[in-house]
T-cell receptor, first 114, second 114 residues
């Protein structure tokens, strides 16, 4: 079956622009995570959804970052007024439940802010 | 806060050499431990996981890892590497409570020369 998909795969933005990154999780997966991976680093947690509820957003670096999952399926990560330090790969992962289950990762969106 | 340390950032081996990648975590409670692999141009995928069963865990492609609780370690091993094992390897941990956000190490780039 289809895995986690993300779009766009690559995004170049000028500093100050708003961007929206989309994640399509595996059908039926309850949990959805966003991670940010800076160059040369491991992924870092941004936010977590259980169905449509955003249960943890402690990893969002600033109030310019906003995520939603209105119908409990597709999720969008929005970054307002992008800055150069926002340049990173943004990874989405989904899992079947909120408990101990494997997270399946998408290919990521590479964001470059000029 | 949880953290994960991977001691080797770059490893170069010849085919058939043995591999051991170090991983230590800091957290006093019960944890779940993971090794993820990212082959060139591909998604992050799960190599193996420890969920409170046998401390010696076997994963795909001949990889194994040993959980040593007293040392807070979860080292990855493979007796004989192949050129196709060239990839980046990430150790990760989740707490065994609540939702399972992954805390990753910085990764180890493995290059296997034919």
């Amino acid at each position: 079956g289809a895995g986690v998909s993300q779009s766009p795969r690559y995004k170049v933005a000028k500093r100050g622009q708003d961007v929206a990154l989309r994640c399509d999780p595996i059908s039926g997966h309850v949990s959805l995570f966003w991670y940010q991976q800076a160059l040369g680093q491991g992924p870092e947690f941004l936010t977590y959804f259980q169905n449509e509820a955003q249960l943890d957003k402690s990893g969002l670096p600033s109030d310019r970052f906003f995520a939603e999952r209105p119908e409990g399926s597709v999720s969008t990560l929005k970054i307002q007024r992008t800055q150069q330090e926002d340049s990173a790969v943004y990874l989405c992962a989904s899992s079947f439940s909120s408990g101990s289950s494997e997270q399946f990762f998408g290919p990521g969106t590479r964001l470059t802010v000029l | 806060a949880q953290s994960v340390s991977q001691h080797n950032h770059h490893v170069i081996l010849s085919e058939a050499a043995s591999l051991e990648l170090g991983c230590n975590y800091s957290y006093g409670g019960t944890v779940n431990l993971f090794w993820y692999v990212q082959y060139p141009g591909q998604h992050l995928q799960l190599l193996l996981k420890y969920f409170s069963e046998d401390p010696l865990v076997k994963g795909i492609k001949g990889f194994e890892a040993e959980f040593i609780k007293s040392k807070f370690s979860f080292n990855l091993r493979k007796p004989s590497v192949q050129w196709s094992d060239t990839a980046e390897y990430f150790c990760a941990v989740t707490m065994n409570t609540g939702f399972q956000k992954l805390v990753f190490g910085t990764g180890t780039r493995l290059l296997v020369s034919p």
